[in-house]
């Protein structure tokens, strides 16, 4: 956000100093439980992954300084840091960045040093401009993984496939109030700059909002090089809506379309990427295009300054099943209540029902449909 002021306060930075300080350290900490009608996996259901368990999905800590864009006479820098431990490194882990525990040793718990990069504010161009340089969020979506940015504690399928994490250089730059505009070259999608898969990767998204303020459209073209398969190296194009219908109401909605070329063919002589799966190509084929579509939507309710319902509806259309290791078409429903308990702990209970159309892909592919009940509990510090 250009322009808009720091305010948050944290728990930890009130006890320290009384929050004088403008470089902060927080975080949070996020156990689950989830009840599954599927015994091995609830997969490609994320975040909880393993069904029927109490587990601890996120251990956070965050330390950063973000630059004063606020004021527009001085070049102003910050930085961001994170540690994530839990069994949500698996949507995090990078290759390169320490991605041996799951990549070779199939650890359920893990840590990752998620984001790390630098901020620097330029106030004279245009409106202003940030430059960030280092390992951030892969810029398109609505979700995120770390858990307080979310609606809802699971995930849809369309953000449980598409990609976490780029290293490399962006820059948001602030024509006026109503238009954004995002610029970088990364070294592709959830690769350390180091590996073999990384590759030149351009990012390029818009942003505009209405006078009105009851719309934004964002619409972005992520990660864009050869599209040759290597790791992840997903060519994405994605865009989000989001509309206020009153102070109560509002609606999220993203849509994107990715693929890679040259995936090579389930069950053929081509051995496929470590941690990433082959596809599902026409017979006689050892590689192929591997595509896939989806959409999701999210609708918010405001019962309370403490409360809210959010309904999610998800569909993805896994053309060659590159991404889940089933070529299907998916569909998923969630409802949550978030609640709460004061300032400090936050309660999201939900129910999910999902289906796989053209085949049995949940629960390593002995169900079709697949029914949770689930909750996280954050602990903010």
């Not at 995930?155 to 994490?165: M, Q, R």
């Not at 009851?214 to 050869?226: H, M, S």
């Not at 009153?246 to 990715?258: F, G, I, N, P």
């Not at 082959?278 to 918010?300: D, I, M, S």
């Amino acid at each position: 956000m250009i322009g808009e002021p720091d305010t948050n306060s944290y728990p930890l930075m009130t006890a320290i100093n009384q929050v004088r300080s403008r470089a902060k350290i927080y975080g949070w900490i996020d156990p689950t439980l989830n009840f599954s009608n599927s015994t091995k996996t609830n997969a490609p259901e994320a975040n909880d992954v393993y069904s029927n368990r109490l587990e601890m999905n996120q251990i956070v800590l965050y330390a950063e300084r973000l630059p004063d864009s606020v004021q527009r006479e001085r070049i102003d820098w910050g930085y961001h840091l994170t540690g994530l431990y839990g069994t949500d490194y698996r949507y995090t882990i990078g290759k390169g960045y320490g991605s041996g525990q799951l990549l070779i040793d199939h650890h359920q718990y893990g840590f990752d040093p998620t984001l790390e990069y630098v901020d620097v504010y330029v106030p004279q161009v245009a409106q202003g401009m940030n430059v960030r340089v280092g390992r951030f969020i892969s810029v398109p979506g609505i979700e995120a993984q770390l858990a307080p940015n979310n609606y809802i504690f699971s995930h849809s399928l369309l953000y449980a496939i598409d990609p976490f994490t780029d290293t490399g250089l962006v820059a948001t730059v602030k024509l006026n109030d109503q238009w954004l505009v995002q610029v970088g070259i990364t070294g592709g999608h959830d690769v350390a700059l180091w590996t073999p898969d990384a590759k030149p990767s351009g990012t390029g998204c818009l942003s505009y909002t209405t006078e009105s303020v009851n719309d934004n459209l964002y619409v972005c073209a992520n990660g864009i090089n050869d599209g040759k398969y290597a790791y992840n190296n997903l060519q994405q194009y994605d865009a989000t809506w989001y509309h206020k219908f009153s102070k109560t109401v509002h609606m999220a909605t993203e849509s994107w379309y990715m693929y890679e070329r040259d995936v090579p063919a389930l069950g053929g002589a081509i051995q496929p990427e470590t941690g990433a799966n082959a596809a599902y190509c026409p017979e006689g084929e050892q590689r192929c295009t591997a595509p896939e579509y989806a959409a999701v939507n999210f609708l918010q309710k405001e019962l309370s300054a403490h409360d809210f319902l959010s309904l999610r509806t998800d569909f993805l259309d896994d053309k060659k099943g590159q991404r889940t290791g089933y070529a299907a078409r998916y569909s998923e429903n969630t409802i949550t209540w978030c609640h709460w308990l004061g300032t400090t702990v936050q309660l999201r209970p939900e129910v999910r029902f999902e289906r796989a159309w053209d085949r049995k892909a949940y629960d390593n592919g002995r169900r079709q449909n697949q029914l949770t009940a689930a909750s996280d509990l954050i602990f903010h510090f």
